[in-house]
């Protein structure tokens, strides 16, 4: 069954126990997936703190944490800001009434597709950032710097493709999904 005719039939009040059942597990592997992605941003997190802070405390700072460095700053506390920000769901709103959960699934959509779109900026911001930070590096500084410059450039340009990629990818299929719950509320 395509999930047209799921919701459609959830709608329209025709749902079944195990088509309640799915919808539950769905939601279910969907917070154990949201739960896996908060861990490994949590030890990101811990690994950028412990990398920079080891090498600000010792005092063995290289051109590679110099260049890295002004990104971390920047980008932990804007992603955090996003990620503690956003709404919490429970698997007890998905087995409430069919308008509910629409509405709920609406919601999550258009925070998917904004979060997405920050993502997009991010990269392209990273990938601005390591052309202007290597212009500096080839017009001011030695060979370690330049690469350690290169190595941000590539690293930039290799962030960039996957999240274009991958945005791309989730972005078709979530407006499609949008659209058809949309088209169902009528809205």
């Known amino acids: 069954m395509k999930f047209d005719d799921l919701l459609k039939d959830a709608w329209q009040g025709q749902t079944h126990s195990a088509m309640q059942q799915d919808l539950t597990g769905r939601v279910r592997r969907r917070q154990l997936r949201l739960r896996l992605l908060r861990t490994l941003e949590v030890a990101l997190t811990v690994v950028a703190f412990l990398v920079f802070g080891q090498a600000?405390?010792?005092?063995?700072?290289?051109?590679?944490?110099?260049?890295?460095?002004?990104?971390?700053?920047?980008?932990?506390?804007?992603?955090?800001?996003?990620?503690?920000?956003?709404?919490?769901?429970?698997?007890?709103?998905?087995?409430?009434?069919?308008?509910?959960?629409?509405?709920?699934?609406?919601?999550?959509?258009?925070?998917?597709?904004?979060?997405?779109?920050?993502?997009?900026?991010?990269?392209?911001?990273?990938?601005?950032?390591?052309?202007?930070?290597?212009?500096?590096?080839?017009?001011?500084?030695?060979?370690a710097w330049r690469d350690a410059g290169l190595a941000l450039l590539a690293m930039a340009v290799a962030s960039l493709g996957a999240t274009l990629w991958l945005s791309r990818t989730l972005r078709q299929r979530w407006l499609r999904e949008y659209r058809a719950v949309q088209r169902l509320i009528g809205g």
Do not use: C, I
């Open 56 to 143: 600000l405390l010792s005092g063995q700072v290289d051109p590679a944490h110099w260049l890295l460095m002004p990104f971390f700053v920047v980008f932990l506390p804007m992603a955090w800001a996003v990620v503690l920000r956003a709404p919490r769901r429970h698997a007890t709103d998905a087995t409430g009434s069919a308008s509910t959960y629409a509405r709920l699934r609406l919601a999550q959509l258009r925070t998917g597709l904004r979060d997405l779109w920050l993502a997009r900026m991010t990269g392209w911001l990273l990938l601005a950032y390591a052309l202007v930070a290597n212009a500096g590096v080839w017009l001011l500084a030695g060979e």
